[in-house]
């Protein structure tokens, strides 16, 4: 039996040889936001993990016994995570994020916080929410995190969980019955 410090660097070792994981990140994203407001970034870290990475994490976290996190992540099929420096604020005019600097996405929720800009968006494909695109903005770092996959599902799972945690696990068919009442495929609705 593998002791659990092999099982994660054998995880880790077979995530970063079978996705092509390269230190890039969306940097389309942050070279959108960098015409837009007029910042500049530096990249600090950045991934991508796509399906077969996402495969090899859910069968480390099985081996793990972290089933709830397993199950959150069936629905997805590709990661991307960047996260920069604010090296220029461009002559004091830089301002953070907008959800108007995301053509394509639809804006979630939008939280403006002593200084800092949190931005959680989807994409709809087919009259589902397939991209969901989350933009942390501060003073002096930008983190941009895409998901992509059936993130109907997820959110779904998100309520079961929820309630579960919360000690109301027999709310949790008829509210996830409710958000797809509400839903009716086509965005997410909260109750």
């Known amino acids: 039996m593998l002791k659990r410090g092999a099982v994660v660097f054998l995880t880790l070792a077979g995530v970063v040889l079978s996705t092509g994981c390269v230190l890039r990140g969306p940097s389309g994203i942050k070279d959108q936001l960098e015409r837009s407001n007029g910042r500049t970034y530096q ?7 796509g399906r077969t990475g996402l495969g090899i994490a859910r069968m480390a976290m099985r081996i ?3 089933g709830e996190a397993v199950h959150m992540l069936r629905g997805v099929n590709k990661v991307q995570v960047g996260v920069y420096e604010v090296v220029d604020q461009g002559n004091g005019t830089g301002r953070s994020a907008r959800a108007s600097d995301f053509g ?10 002593d200084g800092e800009t949190v931005l959680v968006l989807a994409r709809e494909e087919d009259e589902t929410i397939r991209r ?3 933009v942390v903005d501060s003073d002096d770092e930008l983190v941009i995190v895409r998901l992509r996959g059936d993130l109907e599902r997820i959110i779904e799972d998100a309520i079961r969980l929820g309630l579960s945690e919360g000690g109301r696990e027999e709310l949790a068919d008829p509210v ?5 009442r509400r839903n009716d495929g086509s965005r997410p609705v909260f109750l």
Do not use: A, M
Request: proline share 4%; charged share 35%; aromatic share 10%.
């Open 43 to 49: 990249r600090e870290f950045g991934i991508t993990v």
């Open 176 to 180: 996830v019955e409710e958000y797809r």
């Open 132 to 134: 969901l695109l989350v």
């Open 64 to 66: 793990g016994d972290e």
């Open 104 to 113: 394509l996405y639809d804006p979630l929720v939008q939280v403006r916080e």
